[in-house]
């Protein structure tokens, strides 16, 4: 599996700034009607991991989560959010990869059922990301509709029939009972018992998105009864990065100057050193002078401040830590990221806590802290789980779950983001200079093109949201 090129084509792709019409997006003229349906699973597999955990996770989101802090040029970490409108033309250009995946000579109902799971996992980025987005009709530009409605969040998720939670329950119904095989599987290798369980964690994931909007957890219950989620770290939904080009972690690749605007936060730093935690040596370097000095420490800055403020202040970058080696040094060191085994057992652990499922609260959460240890290719240490800014023991105990489960998300897209907006954990705080009033953003703005492209439709969804701004929250926040 290791010797794939993950980067094979661009099919169906949009990259440009600004967002294109539907019909444009379902429409390529360059992409063949014709081409394997394993050429289309290994695409979206790779392009989807590449900008989930680089352009997304270590650019975007890490500022949003307080895993990074930005010395000068990333506005971002100051909320200046826009459209991350080419994102949304990646993700919708994905869908209509998976869609001639699904269709195309060669298919069966083993490529569907994994297209199923692929697009229920984009539909979620999406509406998470911006709210009510064109979903039931928006892969229908060969039908003739070029202005897809926009349909609720709330009908994305849990529609009886085609909403993401039934749509990867009826996969999992499928792969279950097939005999078909796939090709083109660089995640898995086409194990499509790896499949199902990863349906099976991505549902444990939306049910605990949307837990503050329903009160039937019965199907949470019965993933938890089955059996059949992720069992260890060996079925994580991962891509490993290689050594050689074109598919090096592009981490590795920057200039100098890129990489050193990703700082280490004093969020992370307080964190990290409150649980004693060996993780911060992965994750981040040593400060410069400490390294010359051979005295490893590991020191963070604000969030959201300008480089004036930083001028002002007399902070010395050399004693503000960098990413960890294995993003820079190593091309190889990380991997392209879905979902990890840890987030499944934090989740769980959430839903023990708060009674959704009849299961140990705590033994789930060691289990996921244990988990992410040995991600990172550590051991947890002996007395961990005996402090007080650790155990379970009575005392903020989601918020300590919320907030290991935080840590282990670094660089997985925009997950991080979505369960601080959800829980509140942890309490992140607008940083001096940020660009919002104060307020910490909840969400993107919508591609200014949908103004001029499908703008009836556009209006309806801004007046069901109150405006597009990015303080108006989603309907599961």
Request: charged share 20%.
């Amino acid at each position: 599996m290791k010797n794939y090129i993950y980067i094979i084509l661009a099919i169906g792709l949009v990259f440009s700034s600004c967002t294109k019409d539907f019909d444009e997006i379902n429409e390529n003229p360059n992409s063949s009607e014709n081409i394997d349906p394993q050429f289309l699973l290994a695409n979206v597999i790779s392009v989807l991991g590449n900008e989930n955990t680089y352009t997304q996770g270590f650019r975007l989101s890490n500022y949003l989560a307080q895993f990074a802090a930005s010395v000068e040029f990333e506005r971002i970490d100051r909320y200046e959010m826009g459209t991350n409108g080419q994102h949304w033309d990646l993700l919708y250009g994905l869908l209509t990869d998976i869609n001639s995946m699904q269709s195309v000579e060669g298919t069966n109902e083993a490529y569907q059922a994994v297209g199923d799971i692929m697009k229920s996992y984009i539909f979620s980025q999406l509406t998470d990301l911006w709210g009510d987005v064109p979903y039931s009709e928006a892969l229908m530009a060969r039908d003739g509709v070029t202005q897809p409605k926009y349909d609720t969040q709330e009908a994305i998720y849990t529609d009886p029939s085609t909403g993401i939670l039934a749509v990867l329950k009826n996969a999992v119904q499928t792969l279950e009972n097939t005999s078909a095989s796939i090709k083109g599987d660089v995640m898995f290798n086409g194990n499509l018992n790896k499949w199902i369980r990863f349906a099976n964690a991505l549902q444990v994931r939306y049910y605990l998105r949307i837990s503050d909007r329903i009160s039937d957890f019965s199907a949470l219950q019965g993933l938890w009864k089955a059996g059949q989620l992720m069992e260890s770290n060996a079925d994580n939904a991962v891509l490993p990065y290689l050594a050689n080009a074109p598919n090096q972690n592009p981490v590795s690749q920057f200039s100098l100057g890129l990489y050193q605007e990703h700082r280490m936060t004093k969020t992370a730093e307080n964190i990290l050193k409150s649980w004693d935690d060996p993780r911060i040596g992965v994750i981040y370097r040593p400060t410069e002078k400490s390294a010359n000095a051979g005295q490893a420490e590991y020191l963070g800055i604000q969030n959201g401040q300008s480089r004036e403020t930083i001028s002002a202040n007399n902070i010395d970058l050399g004693e503000v830590s960098l990413f960890g080696a294995v993003y820079r040094d190593v091309p190889n060191g990380v991997d392209m990221l879905f979902m990890l085994y840890a987030e499944q057992q934090f989740a769980l652990a959430e839903a023990a806590l708060k009674g959704y499922i009849d299961a140990e609260a705590e033994a789930l959460y060691q289990s996921g802290v244990t988990a992410h240890f040995n991600y990172l290719g550590l051991e947890v240490p002996d007395d961990y789980f005996d402090q007080e800014t650790v155990a379970l023991d009575g005392d903020g105990d989601l918020e300590k779950i919320m907030t290991q489960k935080w840590i282990s998300l670094v660089s997985n897209g925009h997950e991080a983001w979505f369960n601080v907006r959800r829980t509140g954990y942890p309490d992140l705080k607008p940083g001096p200079d940020n660009l919002n009033e104060g307020m910490y953003p909840v969400r993107y703005l919508y591609p200014e093109s949908e103004q001029a492209t499908n703008a009836e439709h556009y209006e309806e969804a801004v007046q069901r949201l109150g405006g597009d701004n990015i303080n108006n929250p989603v309907w599961w926040d």
